[in-house]
């Protein structure tokens, strides 16, 4: 490679990476916990459910719970399981009668138990998983500011991620065997970033992408609905067949009772390992009310696979079916591939837990790439002004991200202790609790001391975990483990083993000497 190629990779790679590197480390280390959002909420709420994505749900039962409370007559009602718990996502949009109140016209969305039909409002639901599924693309920013910028990190990270393969290119075999943690410190640094990156490669760059498509998908997508639908984004999603069909909505009452539990179960009898995920009733009690029933295939079955059947309820007739074994389609296959690669929601837990190594070793690679470039730009010939601003630039960025590890061990512990935390609490603990941390570490001026002190803190209070939640909820990790209460056990015992690495790294670190 020439210089010049080799000077533009270089500085392309090291821009890119140094602009993002406090956002992407925020990005991976949260969405890594995200990999066991399910689990998080489960054990926050001392519950253990079915592992599967089926919904759980007397629809009947449920049904006429709802029509006491909300008057269902008219409207059309979406029933879905977003994450594997005890509560299934309720949609109701207005009713479409007329003469209604004006109450019963107005839209409404909560969580149901599936169970003894409590509702919850999101806020009520809120829970330390959510808000580490949504701080890993900056959900509590007002959208769509905090969409784009996770969106054009994702997009920066893949700029850095190509430019160090071609920057590492000639000598990546070579590279990806060389590592000298006794050198000086700049070596140590520069080995475990070219190491770990390449035994990261893959999964970094599946990340990339996917999370640049899913963030910034509006801005690509926008020209192409004002060049080809006139501006009409209805039609491109009905095209892409977001849209469900509009069924009209006669005003007259359904002349028959019906049965929705018998469609549902019809529905899935049609197939062999063929999950329910999504219900969705139009017209609700009209005489041209209709059922869809959505579902996929079981994982090791088929990886991409939406089955639909449309039943007319007055006669039980089906009015649209879509086959998931044989009419998989390449639509199907562009919008489910990318979803299934990204939330690693296909393998069991031992897909997850890999996928949280792989991220935690990301986050590693952002930092070590962090200290290349402070310990480059501490050399004697540089202006003090400058090294003391190299310094100060690093040490703010190091406090940003490493006191994520210890403010996360604490929330579960405060999201236990308090249960349950309303939303705004929650993030006054932890978005309270991270800052008096960063401002602390910026004051101490030390990154040594912010490094271990934060391995330290996070494995104590990783140990204190399961040891709250015994003493809370009675639910001691081996208990969960007989009662089979899986979801619970594996968190405590996740932090059991990740304070235990933690705190076996805090005590191996030795101070690298910079020369």
């Not at 978005?431 to 494995?459: A, E, R």
Request: proline fraction near 3%; include cysteine.
């Amino acid at each position: 490679m020439n210089n010049r190629n080799y000077n533009i990779y270089f500085h392309t790679h090291t821009v890119s990476g140094i602009v993002i590197s406090v956002a992407l480390f925020v990005i991976f280390f949260a969405g890594s916990f995200s990999f066991f959002r399910d689990e998080i909420i489960n054990w926050e709420r001392s519950e253990s459910t079915a592992l599967t994505k089926e919904i759980q749900l007397d629809y009947n039962n449920a049904l006429q719970h709802l029509d006491k409370k909300y008057i269902l007559h008219g409207r059309n009602i979406t029933i879905s399981k977003p994450s594997i718990e005890d509560r299934v996502a309720v949609s109701m949009e207005g009713t479409k009668d007329t003469l209604a109140p004006a109450k019963q016209k107005e839209g409404q969305f909560f969580y149901l138990n599936n169970k003894n039909y409590k509702s919850y409002t999101y806020e009520e639901s809120y829970s330390l998983g959510e808000l580490l599924y949504r701080l890993h693309f900056f959900a509590q920013i007002p959208y769509p500011i905090g969409y784009y910028l996770s969106g054009f990190t994702a997009l920066f990270f893949l700029f850095a991620i190509i430019t160090g393969v071609l920057l590492h290119w000639n000598k990546i075999v070579s590279n990806f065997y060389m590592f000298r943690p006794k050198e000086k410190l700049k070596t140590l640094w520069t080995d475990a970033h070219t190491a770990l990156g390449m035994i990261d490669l893959p999964f970094q760059f599946v990340y990339a992408v996917t999370g640049a498509f899913f963030m910034i998908k509006l801005l690509i997508v926008a020209p192409a609905v004002m060049a080809l639908y006139g501006g009409d984004q209805n039609k491109l999603y009905k095209e892409l067949e977001y849209i469900d069909a509009d069924y009209k909505f006669e005003n007259k009452k359904l002349a028959n009772p019906f049965n929705v539990n018998e469609l549902v179960a019809k529905a899935k009898s049609n197939w062999a390992d063929f999950e329910i995920t999504r219900v969705f009733i139009q017209n609700y009690g009209d005489a041209n009310m209709h059922v869809m029933v959505e579902g996929e295939m079981l994982n090791h079955k088929k990886f991409t696979e939406i089955g639909k059947i449309d039943f007319r309820v007055a006669d039980g007739k089906v009015i649209a079916k879509k086959d998931p074994v044989s009419q998989t389609s390449y639509l199907d296959i562009v919008k489910n591939v990318l979803y299934r690669i990204h939330f690693g929601d296909y393998g069991g837990y031992a897909l997850k837990i890999i996928s949280f190594i792989l991220g935690i070793i990301t986050c590693f690679v952002i930092i070590s790439g962090v200290m290349i470039w402070l310990v480059a730009r501490q050399k004697n010939n540089l202006p003090e002004k400058k090294r003391r601003f190299n310094a100060v630039v690093v040490r703010i960025y190091l406090a940003i991200c490493l006191s994520m590890y210890p403010i996360t061990a604490l929330a579960f512990i405060g999201s236990k202790i308090f249960y349950p935390l309303s939303q705004s609490n929650l993030f006054t603990l932890y978005f309270g609790g991270w800052l008096l941390l960063i401002i602390f570490f910026i004051i101490k001026k030390d990154d040594s001391f912010t490094n271990k002190f934060c391995l330290i803190s996070g494995s104590i209070l990783g140990f204190l975990i399961p040891v709250t939640n015994g003493i809370v909820t009675g639910n001691w990790f081996w208990n969960s483990f007989m009662q089979n209460k899986i979801q619970i056990f594996f968190i405590d015992v996740f932090w059991i083993f990740l304070a235990s690495i933690s705190l076996y790294v805090a005590y191996h670190l030795k101070p690298k000497n910079s020369n």
